[in-house]
C-alpha cells in the first residue's frame, strides 16, 4: 500500500537479476510440507532498515505515495475486476461479520484459530481525521490508518485486500479452523493498528496474518512477506513470536509461490520474498505468531492485471491457506 506519513522516504527500488531463477528454485524448495524453504537465511538477519510513515508499507518504504486525484472511492470500480465480492452499496455488513466465524467439524485444524487482517476499510477515505489521528504502536506513536492504495484506474486495495480475506477464510474454515476478521466493512473506518494487533492477541490466534497490497512504482513487481524483527521498547516485545512468525512466513511465502506462481518481489526482500521490519505496530504489539503479505503492486500493470482477476486471487488465498495449514500441523 502506499503512504504519506510525516516521515515516509521511498529508496530508490533495487532489482534483482536472479528473480526468475530464484522464483524456479523456491518453487523447488517448497513442496509437501515446505519446510526448509533455503532462502530465509538471506533475511534472517538485521532488518532491512524501513523508516518510518503509517503502520505498514514494503521493507525499505519503496511504496509511492497515492495520486494526487486522492484516496479512490470504494463505490467506483471503473476498472470492474472479476470474481470480486458485492460493494458495500449491495451488501449489508453483519453486525458479527468481524466475530469468530464458526469451524468446520473434524477437520485437521479443529481447534485452531486464525485471525485475518484485511488491509484498511473500504470507509476510511470518508473518515480522515480519525484515521490520521495517532496512536501508540510500542516504541513511538503512528497514524490509526490509512485509506490503503489503489490501481491506476481507481479499484482501492482495500476491496482487494477483503475479497482475498474472504476467499481465505473460507478455505481456512473448510479444514475446521475457527477464523475472525479484523473488519469486515462492517464499522465507518479502521481498525488502528494497535486495535488490529490487540484483536489477535485477545482471540489468543494460533495464527494471524494481516493482507496487502502495495503500491510502489510501476516496474517494481512480486510478493513478499513482511516478518517481525526482534524488538523489546515501551509496549513492544516480540521476542517470543520471532522464531513462530519466521516458519508462518516461510510457509505462507512457499505456498504463495507453488500455488500462484509469482516470483518473489524484485524490489525489496533481495528476490526471496521475505522482509524483517521492526517499525510495524501491528507486528510490534502482537503477541501470537504474525505476518503481513504484499500480494503484488498495484501501481504496476503486470501485477494488476494479476490483482484484478479472480481466479488469481483465488489463487493468493489458496497458497496463504496451505501455508498457514502447513505452519500450523507442524
Same mark, same amino acid.
Given at each position: 500500500?502506499? $503512504?504519506?506519513?510525516?516521515?515516509?522516504?521511498?529508496?530508490?527500488?533495487r532489482r534483482s537479476p536472479l528473480r526468475r531463477p530464484l522464483t524456479v528454485a523456491i518453487a523447488a524448495l517448497v513442496p509437501g510440507a515446505l519446510l526448509g524453504w533455503g532462502v530465509y537465511a538471506a533475511v534472517a538477519g538485521p532488518d532491512d532498515g524501513g523508516g518510518g510513515g503509517a503502520d505498514r508499507a514494503s521493507g525499505a518504504r519503496t511504496s509511492a505515495a497515492p495520486s494526487s486525484e486522492g484516496p479512490a472511492s470504494p463505490s467506483a470500480d471503473p476498472k470492474a475486476p472479476t470474481g470480486t465480492s458485492p460493494s458495500p452499496s449491495t451488501r449489508k455488513p453483519s453486525p458479527s461479520a468481524s466475530k469468530s466465524a464458526p469451524a468446520g467439524a473434524n477437520g485437521p485444524l479443529e481447534g485452531k484459530v486464525v485471525v485475518i487482517d484485511p488491509g484498511h476499510n473500504p470507509g476510511n477515505f470518508r473518515h480522515a481525521s480519525e484515521i490520521n489521528r495517532k496512536v501508540n504502536v510500542g516504541t513511538h506513536w503512528k497514524e490509526c490508518d490509512t485509506t490503503g492504495t489503489a490501481t491506476d484506474a481507481g479499484w482501492p486495495e482495500a476491496k482487494f485486500t477483503l475479497d482475498v480475506a474472504h476467499r481465505l477464510r473460507t478455505l481456512l474454515e473448510e479444514q475446521g479452523a475457527t477464523v475472525r476478521l479484523t473488519q469486515d466493512d462492517d464499522r465507518p473506518y479502521g481498525p488502528c493498528v494497535d486495535e488490529r494487533a490487540r484483536i489477535g492477541n485477545e482471540a489468543?490466534?494460533?495464527?494471524?496474518?494481516?493482507?496487502?497490497?502495495? #503500491?510502489s512504482g510501476a516496474g517494481n513487481r512480486g510478493f513478499h512477506v513482511i516478518l517481525p524483527g526482534s524488538v523489546h521498547d515501551g509496549e513492544a516485545d516480540t521476542r517470543a513470536i520471532v522464531a513462530p512468525s519466521a516458519e508462518l512466513g516461510q510457509r505462507i511465502a512457499g505456498g504463495f509461490v507453488?500455488?500462484?506462481?509469482?516470483?518473489?518481489?524484485? $524490489?525489496?526482500?533481495?528476490?526471496?520474498?521475505?522482509?524483517?521490519?521492526?517499525?510495524?505496530?501491528? =507486528?510490534?504489539?502482537?503477541?501470537?505468531?504474525?505476518?503481513?503479505?504484499?500480494? #503484488?503492486?498495484?501501481?504496476?500493470?503486470?501485477?494488476?492485471? =494479476?490483482l484484478t482477476s479472480g481466479d488469481w486471487r483465488q489463487k493468493a488465498a489458496q497458497g496463504m491457506s496451505e501455508g498457514i495449514v502447513s505452519f500450523l500441523r507442524g
Open positions: 500500500m502506499s $503512504y504519506t506519513g510525516p516521515d515516509f522516504e521511498p529508496p530508490q527500488p489468543k490466534a494460533d495464527a494471524a496474518v494481516s493482507i496487502h497490497a502495495d #503500491g507453488r500455488v500462484t506462481g509469482s516470483a518473489p518481489s524484485n $524490489y525489496v526482500g533481495g528476490g526471496t520474498g521475505l522482509v524483517t521490519r521492526t517499525d510495524l505496530g501491528g =507486528l510490534n504489539l502482537s503477541t501470537v505468531p504474525k505476518v503481513f503479505i504484499e500480494c #503484488g503492486n498495484m501501481r504496476d500493470g503486470e501485477d494488476v492485471a =494479476l
